[in-house]
């Protein structure tokens, strides 16, 4: 992970776990396990509830600069299929996202 220069990517606040696993895979094999590793508790004191306004708009902020990171560092290696994919997805988030997100995105 040193060589390589893996960080988590401090600006996004819910997508950070997301974008570090898709970058550490292109430097690590992973193995398939078929039972979860893990348990995910959910509480009514949980700070992460997609459905608040506020959250969902993080979330597509968030998600839009994932998209963004990733088609800006890894176009060149990056087969047509996932390109395709990935534009696809950003033209998606566009079309859904507040005007203030756009004009976000265009002075970072």
Request: net charge negative.
């Amino acid at each position: 992970m040193e060589k390589s220069n893996l960080r988590f990517d401090e600006r996004l606040r819910y997508y950070n776990d997301n974008l570090f696993w898709l970058e550490l895979s292109g430097v690590c094999d992973f193995l398939y396990l078929e039972d979860r590793p893990y348990l995910q508790r959910s509480h009514v004191g949980n700070t992460y509830k997609p459905e608040a306004p506020s959250v969902y708009s993080a979330l597509q902020k968030d998600h839009l600069l994932e998209l963004k990171t990733i088609l800006s560092k890894h176009w060149q290696t990056l087969d047509d299929s996932s390109k395709s994919f990935l534009l696809d997805q950003l033209a998606k988030e566009l079309e859904s996202a507040p005007l203030v997100l756009y004009l976000h995105n265009t002075t970072e």
